[in-house]
């Protein structure tokens, strides 16, 4: 009996965990496809999970920073969305990378024009955006996720430091510094061109091996056939 009741709390306790935690993952968010390197460009996604079980997400509206506004924002055609980008001049000229910016995109609004996310589905939308700022070790960007019962959700509360995460927490980006994240573009190129070479070197290597083979073997078959020559001679001779 008294195991029997320990399995049940521990039931409840479990179920309980499950419901509490199921808002943490169903939210709207962003993260990038490698890393998001300051002052460089970078691929970001949206993530879009359905939480519902009796609508679809048919829009999508995410807000871009305007205290750190991103002068390239070109979203990835996506199948059975239309994408609109919203520009706006800014409150304030900011200056980028030594230009300065009167404008800069503020929103990207995605819209279904068919079923959209359906429950138990989840849609990714892919920007790439730049430069990216370096002096900020994150980006926020509000979003709102509309569905087929007309209900938005507003994903927009900023996550605050060392508070809980709120219940409907904006999507933040996170940016690291070029030494963080590993090896560079330049890295990566010089990697790419000594990989080239030592393919190239291998191969030449491999063909010199196969032309010293077949040398030695034109030789073996000359010495061969001499030798057959002469055994037939001597033989002749007797």
């Given amino acids: 009996m008294k195991a029997s009741r320990i399995a049940a709390a521990a039931a409840v306790a479990g179920s309980a965990v ?3 935690s199921s808002p943490a993952f169903a939210h709207v968010s962003v993260q990038p496809e490698g890393a998001a390197v300051k002052g460089g460009y970078a691929v970001v996604d949206f993530k879009v999970p359905n939480e519902r079980d009796d609508a679809s997400t048919t829009k999508l509206e995410v807000t871009f920073p305007t ?10 055609p996506i199948s059975g969305w239309t994408v609109k980008v919203t520009k706006s001049k800014l409150a304030k000229p ?7 910016i009167t404008e800069a995109v503020t929103k990207v609004t995605w819209t279904a024009t ?18 990216l700022p370096t002096d900020t070790d994150q980006l926020v960007f509000k979003a709102l ?3 087929s019962d007309n209900e938005v959700v507003r994903w927009i509360e900023v996550q605050k430091d060392g508070a809980e995460e709120p219940d409907n927490p904006a999507p933040t980006l996170q940016l690291t510094t070029a030494a963080a994240s590993g090896a560079t573009a330049e890295d990566a190129s010089e990697k790419t061109e000594n990989t080239a070479a030592d393919t190239t070197s291998t191969a030449a290597s491999s063909d010199t091996t196969a032309r010293v083979l077949g040398v030695v073997g034109i030789a073996v078959g000359a010495a061969g056939v001499a030798y057959g020559v002469l055994a037939g001679r001597r033989r002749t001779t007797v």
């Fill in 94 to 100: 900011a200056e980028m990378h030594g230009e300065t």
């Fill in 18 to 20: 499950v419901v509490l």
């Fill in 145 to 147: 996720q509309t569905y």
């Fill in 67 to 76: 205290d750190h506004p991103l002068a390239s924002v070109m979203p990835e």
């Fill in 114 to 131: 068919g079923k959209g996310v359906e429950p138990g589905y989840f849609q990714k939308f892919p920007v790439s955006v730049g430069m």
